[in-house]
């Protein structure tokens, strides 16, 4: 086994491709499946047995009923942090970091000619992979093994849940000269009670309050300084 990664391939065709295959499939997507594998081995750049995994999503997408592909697409990436598209929310969460990574981003996008359509949101995997399409190889590549242990989780999470979308990360992975591999994911709450809210009177689980009758701590902290500080927030593929 080498222990170099092997020269990047051009991609362009297979990460849109794959940016497709991770899109909600409404009724236009599915009907340009064929068209999309055919895309997939005419450029070559997965191997025999990937490409073999990647047919038999799109077999199984082109063949279930409509609505049972798009309940699950829904159930599968919308309703799960695990398996969530959206790459800052693996990274920043709901954190305030979030917003200034977002916008630069856009920043990265916009000085390579790109813009978002209406309601795209810069950090989804399916635009990320539009981008990354537009760049020369090596830089492909690099750009990918910037977020490759974002792709991990998620293929890592696709797993726990035997998703057969997995293949699309797997082969995400292996452009970014990586091996797909399953790493640990924590357990996700359920959706009523990652949604639950305290009871009224019963105190949060915010830092410093609790339930009535149990100790209220005192925390104490620094005043604010009378001036900004402004650091930088690194993104996926941003350059210096």
Known sequence: MSLFKSAPTTA?????????????????????????????????????????????LITRLSRRRPLDVEADHVELFDRGRGTALHLFEHVHGDSRDRGPA???LCQTYEAAGLFLAPGELPDHLTVVLQYASTQPPAQTQAFLGEIAHILQVIFSALLRRDAAHACVLAALLDLAGEKAQAVAVPPEP???????????????????QARPGQPQPIQIVRPPVS??????HPTPGASA
Do not use: I
């Not at 999309?36 to 073999?52: I, N």
């Not at 359920?190 to 410093?208: I, K, R, V, Y």
């Not at 001036?227 to 930088?232: A, F, G, I, S, V």
């Open 12 to 56: 362009t065709k297979t990460l849109r491709v794959l940016a497709h295959l991770l899109s909600y499939p409404d009724a236009e997507l599915r009907a340009h499946l064929p068209e999309l594998q055919d895309a997939l081995h005419e450029e070559g750049a997965l191997s025999s047995a990937r490409l073999a995994e990647l047919d038999a």
């Open 102 to 104: 977002m916008v630069d």
């Open 190 to 208: 359920e959706l009523d009670e990652s949604w639950a809210e305290p009871m009224a009177f019963d105190g949060c689980s915010t830092q410093g």
């Open 227 to 232: 001036h900004t500080l402004r650091t930088n």
